[in-house]
Nanobody, 120 residues
Framework: QVQVVESGGGLVQPGGSLRLSCVAA????????MAWYRQAPGKQRELVATITRGGLTNYADSVKGRFTISEDNAKNTVFLQMNSLTSEDTAVYYC??????????????WGQGTQVTVSS
């Protein structure tokens, strides 16, 4: 069984930083890409950043230059370093492991989310 678990959320003041972590655990053969999404109250879930197994990254325009996604392939772990946070970044942040191969199947797995609140 595969589990995706996020951590690192919390309350931070505007202009501050947070680092989110996400680990995919279980009987995993490989993962094609991992990504961070977020969902603010009353809004749809949106893609924040992605990173492929080969290290290619992509960011939403709203976070370019402020957020950095990185990974530790050996540990099936992805990080999201968030700097210069604003109230607009307040949301539940979700991690997704895509193209995950386990037990002969391929699929996407989501974490339960971690709350990020930016407020003074």
């Amino acid at each position: 069984q595969v589990q995706v678990v996020e951590s690192g959320g919390g309350l931070v003041q505007p202009g501050g930083s947070l680092r989110l972590s996400c680990v995919a655990a279980g009987s995993i053969f490989s993962i094609a890409a991992m990504a961070w999404y977020r969902q603010a109250p009353g809004k749809q879930r949106e893609l924040v950043a992605t990173i492929t197994r080969g290290g290619l990254t992509n960011y939403a325009d709203s976070v370019k230059g402020r957020f950095t996604i990185s990974e530790d392939n050996a540990k099936n772990t992805v990080f999201l370093q968030m700097n210069s946070l604003t109230s607009e970044d307040t949301a539940v942040y979700y991690c997704r492991a895509a193209g995950l191969v386990t037990g002969g199947t391929v699929g996407s797995y989501w974490g339960q989310g971690t709350q990020v609140t930016v407020s003074s």
